[in-house]
């Protein structure tokens, strides 16, 4: 198939944001059927590759002529650009490359991605609404009927635990992960704690996996997922895990993985290791 009946849909996001787009990818595999082409960070395109015929990886030389004034590139059927493009350059770029009119889908609304500090409200030009349902509903301004991805829930017998070091967002300490684990430990719960590969913990019982698609088979044995806001916990989400997600700044009615999902807000909820032993022992009672 040449580049002209191709659809090339270009996702430039990290992996939440990749989790969160999955119905739009579903919508335009059913609309356009088996002629895309995924464009962006392969790590996480590929977790998703059921919807795409390839996918690139956006650091290959290929396609510097999409971001250069110098170079010119082969054109598309059509391009799909779902990201952000406040000043609509991108756009004016990359439509000499798209044979049908292109496509863009905003990533999210303008407002949504700054973080709220503690007893500030969401800015009210910025609609509570869910990524998800956010982009899918622009897809009806070019005739494409959107499609939400069914999630299918599964067992709530097991906890994973998944800490973060916090770098551009703060985060439940690490110490209450540890202090969360042993907790459960004592109740005989089945508790793991999956630790990310730049995070040392002080505990010999944890688990490591060098690559993702190793998390989205681990993930496929089901279980209640706790975790700060993160790539991580939308992973989860979209695996059919139910989550308990700590936010700390966003707004957990926008960002919230999808599928079963309960969000905690810091300075609104209880989220001590006690409170959050006992919520996990509400749900895996209600699951039986």
């Not at 991108?90 to 949504?112: D, T």
């Not at 070019?142 to 599964?154: D, H, S, V």
């Not at 700060?228 to 700590?246: E, F, K, P, Q, Y």
Request: with cysteine.
């Amino acid at each position: 198939m040449s580049d002209k009946e191709e659809i090339l849909v270009v996702h430039l996001g990290g992996l939440g944001d990749v989790c969160l787009s999955e119905s739009v990818f579903l919508s335009l595999r059913e609309h356009f059927g088996d002629c895309l082409a995924a464009l962006g960070n392969r790590r996480f395109l590929d977790l998703f590759g059921g919807y795409f015929k390839r996918t690139q990886g956006v650091e290959s030389r290929h396609w510097l002529y999409l971001f250069s004034e110098r170079l010119t590139g082969p054109r598309w059927r059509r391009i799909v650009f779902v990201g952000k493009d406040r000043q609509g350059l991108i756009r004016q770029r990359w439509k000499v490359y798209s044979e049908e009119e292109l496509i863009f889908i905003e990533m999210y609304p303008e407002g949504a991605f700054g973080p709220l500090t503690r007893g500030e409200t969401r800015r009210v030009d910025v609609a509570a609404v869910h990524i998800e349902d956010y982009q899918l509903a622009q897809l009806n301004a070019f005739g494409i009927a959107p499609r939400w991805k069914t999630i299918a829930g599964g067992r709530d017998d097991r906890v994973i635990l998944y800490p973060e070091a916090g770098f551009s967002k703060e985060k439940w300490p690490v110490e209450n992960f540890v202090a969360l684990f042993r907790s459960l430990k004592e109740r005989g719960v089945e508790v793991v704690l999956l630790r990310p590969a730049d995070l040392s913990v002080p505990l010999k019982e944890t688990v490591f996996f060098e690559d993702l698609p190793e998390v989205k088979n681990f993930f496929g044995e089901g279980g209640l997922f706790i975790s700060n806001d993160s790539g991580m916990a939308h992973l989860a989400g979209a695996c059919g895990l139910s989550t308990v997600t700590i936010f700390t700044g966003f707004d957990p009615a926008i960002w919230h993985p999808r599928g079963r999902n309960i969000s905690l807000k810091t300075g609104v909820d209880r989220i001590d290791v006690k409170s959050i032993t006992k919520l996990i022992g509400t749900i895996m009672t209600s699951s039986q």
